[in-house]
């Protein structure tokens, strides 16, 4: 079975009301894509990052109350989880599917981003696309796009990643969740190498 893209029922899981029957409609329409995606992915970052990423698709299992507004595959360089490493994802909110790099606050290694970041603010705003975004919050589906986004701004975002513990940082593209690509398996999951290979440099950068 291959991986044939996502469709308005999927982003609809995410106005099912309560967190029971919202999980049930998301296992039964959205993971399995998921997984399909992860293990599909899995070989091209493999190659493009040099080291084994292991696919990891959110379990939401620490919910209890509230049901979640996103859901997501990630991968990185540890089989056995994601949140302590600089990882890539794609997931999705009601509005829209995401393609990003992220090194949320579990991680130490922000504090090796922030440094580079800072250091060379000029070349990261340079080699990211205009129309992806930055943000510092990965439970908040809004960005800034790199287009309107200043040295300053990156400054500030380099500033609160070396200072702030619970800061995070993300980058990458979004796609509206009636973008006729989403429907399209092959050439989805060619614009999501293409992306993450435009994020590579943000993947390096915070490992030294």
Known sequence: MSFT??????????????????????????????????????????????????????????RTVNPPNDTWVAWAANKRGYKALPHFQVGMFSSHLFIIFAVIYESSNKTIFAKNLEADKNRFKKIIPDQYYWS??????????????????????????????????????????DDSILGNGEQLISLIQSTFENLLPLYKQSFS
Do not use: W
Request: with cysteine; glycine share 8%; hydrophobic share 40%.
């Open 5 to 62: 893209g996502f469709n308005q029922q999927d982003f609809d899981v995410f106005q099912v009301p309560g967190l029971e029957q919202r999980m049930e409609a998301l296992i039964a329409n959205v993971r399995p894509k998921l997984e399909l995606l992860g293990t599909e992915i899995a070989p091209y970052l493999s190659v493009l990052c040099g080291e084994e990423m292991y696919p990891h698709v959110a379990k939401h299992a620490r």
């Open 136 to 177: 510092m919050d990965h439970m908040e589906p809004e960005g800034k796009l790199n287009g309107d986004t200043s040295i300053e701004d990156l400054q500030v975002i380099a500033t609160k990643l070396a200072t702030v513990k619970k800061s995070e940082i993300l980058c990458g593209l979004r796609i509206s969740n």
